[in-house]
């Protein structure tokens, strides 16, 4: 069957290579490929490096719109924010490593996305994060979950840019896959961003950053195969972080970009050296000559396969301008870092590999990045979905109580996560305008007026229940969290974690999902500048839910007029924007208070979302409305609790209309906990009611003002009736303590 | 006035220090790369937070043998103000300049939020301008602040008035709650005999703008201003002649 005849069956397999993939490598190479040739093929055309599943979905994504400078294709992103400066952005999984050892997986996901950030020039100003783990009742999971945590602050402290925000979720399909998922952004003159790319015959290629040890070998393969009982045996794959060579790294590459001696630069992530010299070639139309044998290492007899495949981690890639190469050394010199001349830059578009001077491996650049394969492959709507979808509430009356109510706020997906972001340096660079938890993550930019916010959201629940909805809302909640703020939705980036795609189910659920997401992009006019995929997200053959995460950033152009969730004062009207219908399918209501996961989640009119964020923009820019908070998990009752929490104990004092068609004694739950779209819940002066009124009229928002802040109590009545009244600072502290009890538990 | 921001590798506040020195007080204020012999011409030393040297070892621990701390030495020896804020504070503490030393926080976790300090004694550069008791709400961001110290030591600290700074709650009592990493008498920051070497766990240059959500740092940094001008210390420069 195979054309082999130089590597075996189980070595293909080891390499992760189908017989059709082996039989295209001796196509494009004309013969067939040595050792270390087959495992640069295996690392290029892994499911991680070549999104082979996934490409011809992400095609269809819009990545253009007029602030766009940088879309998929490159490091990361960059949409342009004026004043002559770039917002460069992007989010990354670092789902397996995270599993299998979970504080370096997690600190090594988040020095792979700064650095995918100071590659094009910008200087790293936020990150935020997006984590979902299993039950937290089951050990396990907690020790995974504190992991995961102190590594990402180790990485991100030591780093100095601040941890602003992020959403952690608790599903049991994620127990096996917990999903981290970084996010960051840097700033850069638009002038001065950089490109992977290598050019200019006769440049001289640079190796700068840690030594090259045989950690992370086939990480890029690990992360494109299932888990199963032996997972654990994989440590060896997971690399091992230095914030503080990548501290380094990052100061003495800004600075080295600042002198123009630089053509191109590329970190050294997955794939290591073979990703970055291969894909630099390819984006120059030029070849590379590197010598294996110039390259710093940490380990004594490594071979051209290991070095070549290595993921050691804190490692760039540079090519320099001929005859500038002094400057360049001496800047390294500077940060105590060594910088070697490993090869140079051809003219033949091959990637050349040498050990001592002996060619050991000879591939065209293009046959590993855009002639690797690209698969259509089938799918099939999976057959749980019908069932998942009905939903019958009807036969017994909802729990409505204030029970339901206490509960949901303890719920560890609604809880306070203070005790993640306490451990997250959020304020270092003294930019942070709106705190973690406050609503999104908002920075200044220093030397003008400006602020960025942004927000990282996904509900796997919804994406389980429809993926094309759940990804349509996923991309509408990210906006509308900027939009809270203040700040007009301006690019998007996404993090797309799914299972095995060789399952036409899991492939259906993607394809679905990539659609919502593209619906709801052009819909909100929202161009999404880059990703990432992360696949096989399954052990022993059960699959997490399809889980579309979005970052959106948004852009404020006075920073003054930032606006928080947080009521600001007591006497104010508090208005809900948007309608509430009757949508508890896939609520967390359902869930905490009746232990169902059924249903369908709620519509999504696109125009109406629209217009309720443009209504949210252009209120807080006219300083029209103090505070800003969307309607999500928990629904109207928990958002309205949320805008109270953190304000010293401004209550407030509300009354809302029953829920017209829900099933009989389910109309008062529909009204507190339904999960609708497209709402938010907005404070006004009283004085500027009627105005915010009109308005929201005009601009065909619905728009009713449902009570007044103050009074240190919950207070809410529906349709006159008394549901919820407790004392703020109590609902406070137990919203609170309530997830950092279950680390606290475990101490005692 | 003139403030020197020391740079080690792995300094991470440093912007943030020259940022309220420079651009919310309107001083003069330059980075000195921790290579350098010379802190040219400065009046205040500011040794920022951050990760020095990746904090391996100990935290502080490599720092103290960079070059540019023979001169900060120097300069304190002549009285000079020296602020080390958080790595500052660790730096200063393995270099000898102050006393004790900084364990893990208790809880054995990293933590990062607004907290409430005393201004125990105004009679130092760095609390010139406090009012005596004055309450501070100030953010911390730190894995090794449990300040220690042996009881011979402590008892010295107390009796020459070297506690400067301590963790309270809002009304300015030092419950135990208040105190967010263990420290021994729930001591935020101490000067060295002279007074004019402090060191403290919180970033006050983080709480210098309405903005950033509370501007009590400020008085630190306009207190040495004040000091200054007042001539209430004599700068290095003139003590060394």
Not at chain 1, 122 to 133: E, G
Not at chain 1, 205 to 233: C, K, L, N, P, Q
Not at chain 2, 215 to 222: A, P, R, S, W
């Amino acid at each position: 069957m195979s054309p082999a005849s130089l590597h075996d069956q189980a070595t293909l397999e080891r390499h992760g290579l189908t017989p059709e993939e082996y039989a295209r490598i001796v196509t494009s190479l004309g013969r067939e490929p040595n050792l270390t040739e087959l495992g640069i093929f295996s690392v290029m055309w892994s499911e991680h490096c070549s999104y082979k599943s996934s490409r011809v979905h992400l095609r269809t994504l819009p990545t253009s719109g007029r602030r766009v400078l940088q879309g998929p294709g490159e490091n990361a992103g960059a949409v342009d924010v004026g004043e002559g400066l770039a917002a460069v952005f992007k989010i990354e999984s670092h789902n397996h490593p995270s599993f299998i050892e979970p504080y370096q997986g997690a600190a090594t996901g988040v020095g792979g996305i700064i650095r995918d950030i100071f590659t094009m020039g910008a200087r790293p100003i936020a990150l935020m994060n997006s984590l979902r783990f299993g039950s937290i009742d089951d050990p396990r999971v907690r020790r995974n979950m504190e992991g995961v945590v102190s590594g990402i602050a180790g990485y991100g402290n030591s780093m100095g840019i601040p941890t602003v925000g992020g959403e952690v979720a608790f599903e049991g399909c994620y127990t096996g896959n917990p999903l981290v998922n970084v996010f960051c952004l840097g700033i850069a003159k638009i002038d001065d961003i950089v490109k992977g790319v290598a050019s200019g015959t006769g440049n001289p290629v640079y190796y700068v950053g840690a030594a090259t040890g045989r950690d992370g070998i086939h990480g890029a393969t690990m992360a494109s195969a299932e888990f199963d009982g032996r997972s654990a045996e994989k440590r060896p794959a997971v690399q091992v972080g230095d914030p503080f060579m990548e501290k380094l790294l990052l100061e003495a590459c800004l600075e080295v970009m600042k002198s123009d001696a630089l053509i191109g630069i590329q970190d050294m992530g997955a794939a290591g050296l073979t990703c970055s010299t291969s894909e630099m070639g390819s984006r120059g139309g030029a070849g590379i000559d590197v010598d294996v044998s110039r390259v710093p290492q940490r380990e004594t007899g490594m071979t051209p396969y290991e070095i070549m495949l290595s993921e050691s981690q804190e490692r760039m890639l540079l090519v320099v301008k001929r005859g500038r190469e002094h400057e360049v050394e001496e800047i390294f010199r500077k940060w105590d870092l060594h910088a070697a001349h490993v090869g140079d830059v051809t003219d033949d578009g091959k990637l050349r590999i040498r050990n001592r001077g002996e060619i050991v491996a000879e591939i065209p650049n293009g046959a590993l990045t855009d002639e690797a394969p690209v698969y259509e492959r089938p799918t099939r709507e999976p057959e749980y979905l019908k069932d998942v979808q009905t939903l019958s509430l009807t036969g017994r009356p909802a729990l409505v109580e204030a029970d339901a109510f206490f509960a949901l706020l303890k719920a560890p997906v609604i809880a306070s996560k203070r005790w993640v972001f306490r451990q997250y340096d959020h304020m270092v660079r003294t930019n942070t305008l709106v705190l973690p938890g406050m609503g999104a993550g908002v920075v200044r930019i220093k030397g003008t007026n400006r602020a960025l916010a942004m927000s990282v959201d996904g509900n796997g629940r919804y994406s389980y229940l429809d993926p094309y909805r759940g990804a349509m809302l996923a991309v509408a909640e990210a906006a509308r969290n900027v939009a809270c703020a203040g700040a007009e939705p301006i690019g998007g980036t996404n993090c797309l974690n799914f299972g095995n795609p060789e399952r036409p189910e899991i492939m259906w659920q993607f394809a679905r999902a990539v659609q919502g997401i593209r619906d709801a992009c052009l819909g909100l006019d929202i161009p999404i500048t880059g990703g990432n995929v992360s696949l096989y997200n399954e052990t022993d053959g059960r699959a997490i839910y399809p889980t579309p995460v979005i970052g959106v950033v948004g852009l404020i152009e006075n920073a003054g007029n930032v606006l928080s969730r947080a009521f600001r004062a007591a006497g104010e009207a508090i208005v809900l924007l948007g309608e509430t219908r009757n949508e508890l399918g896939g609520s967390e209501y359902l869930k905490v208070a009746e232990g169902i996961e059924r249903g369908t989640p709620p519509e999504l009119d696109l125009k109406a979302e629209r217009a309720l964020q443009q209504l949210l923009v252009g209120s807080a820019r006219e300083r029209a409305i103090h505070s800003a908070h969307d309607c999500a998990e928990g629904g109207l009752a928990i958002t309205l609790a949320e805008c109270a929490f953190g304000t010293g104990g401004i209550g407030f004092d509300v009354d809302i209309a029953p829920v017209s068609g829900a099933p009989e004694g389910w109309s008062l739950a529909a009204a507190l906990y339904s999960e609708s779209a497209s709402r938010a819940v907005v404070t006004v002066s009283r004085d500027g009611l009627s105005a915010l009124l009109a308005r929201a009229r005009a601009a065909g928002v619905p728009a009713r003002e449902i009570g007044t802040t103050g009074g240190g109590r919950l207070r809410v009545t529906v349709g006159g009736r008394p549901v919820i009244d407790a004392a703020v600072n109590e609902a406070e502290a137990m919203w609170e303590t309530a997830l950092e009890k279950y680390f606290k538990q475990r101490a005692a | 006035m003139k403030f020197a921001v020391v740079v080690f590798p792995g300094s991470n506040c440093d912007h943030d220090a020259y940022h309220a020195a420079k651009d919310v007080l309107g001083q003069d204020a330059e980075f000195v790369w921790h290579k350098d012999a010379e802190l040219r011409g400065a009046d205040v030393v500011i040794l920022p937070g951050g990760f020095s040297h990746g904090d391996y070892l100990r935290t502080g621990a490599i720092a103290r043998f960079s070059p540019v701390m023979n001169a900060v030495r120097a300069f304190a020896a002549a009285g000079g103000p020296v602020l080390g804020i958080c790595n500052g504070f660790q730096i200063l503490l393995e270099a000898g300049m102050l006393p004790g030393a900084m364990l893990r926080n208790r809880e054995l976790k990293f933590r990062c939020e607004h907290v409430h300090i005393r201004v125990e004694q105004i009679d130092t550069p760095f609390t010139f301008a406090c009012r005596p008791q004055q309450v501070l709400r100030i953010p911390i961001a730190h894995g090794e602040g449990n300040y220690f110290i042996t009881p011979d030591d402590l008892h010295r600290l107390e009796t020459n008035r070297q506690v400067i700074f301590r963790y309270t709650d809002a009304a300015g009592s030092p419950a135990d709650e208040a105190n967010p990493n263990g420290s021994l008498g729930s001591i935020a920051g101490i000067c060295n005999e002279g007074r004019n070497v402090l060191g403290l766990m919180p970033h006050p240059e983080r709480a210098c703008e309405a903005v950033l959500g509370s501007t009590d740092g400020l008085v630190i940094f306009e207190s040495v201003v004040a000091a200054l001008a007042a001539g209430a210390l004599s700068p290095a420069g003139s003590a060394q002649g």
